[in-house]
């Protein structure tokens, strides 16, 4: 449940301690959040090898499906435009692109760093 909450937290998959990112960066003014190279904590190296993040791309995509999926069955009760449903939820995809960025880095992170002892 701690590491549940150090993911959410942002906080480095070795350590807990160590913030990934610099900036979290900021939606709507197009500032895309800034990730650390090494946790300033630990020292750990977040990109473990070359490509290590092509894998958050995935779990990227399973979160705005998701998300587009939420979006839509509450719109849907609410919306009768089919052309209004699909720009509501075009928005909400991008509207969470950044946040599906940092959070899906943080779960591959943590899906393959343990916890140092
Ligand atoms: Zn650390």
């Known amino acids: 449940m701690a590491r549940i909450i150090s993911l959410l937290n942002c906080k480095c998959p070795k350590c807990e301690k ?3 990112f610099s ?9 895309m959040p800034i990730m650390n190279e090494n ?3 630990c020292q750990h190296k ?6 290590f ?3 958050a791309m995935f ?3 399973a979160m ?6 939420v979006v839509f069955l509450i719109a849907f009760n609410f919306v009768k435009s089919s052309i ?3 720009l509501i939820v075009a928005m909400v995809i991008l509207l969470m692109g950044f946040v599906n960025l940092r959070y899906s880095r943080m779960i591959w992170m943590y899906l393959f760093t343990k916890k140092s002892r």
């Not at 900036?23 to 500032?31: A, C, M, N, T, Y």
């Not at 977040?46 to 490509?51: H, P, V």
């Open 18 to 20: 160590g913030k990934v």
């Open 23 to 31: 900036s979290k960066g900021f939606v709507l003014l197009g500032r």
């Open 39 to 41: 946790c300033p904590s």
């Open 46 to 51: 977040f990109e473990m090898e070359t490509g």
């Open 53 to 55: 993040f092509f894998g």
């Open 59 to 61: 779990v990227s995509y």
């Open 64 to 69: 705005a499906v998701a998300e587009a999926i």
């Open 84 to 86: 209004l449903l699909v």
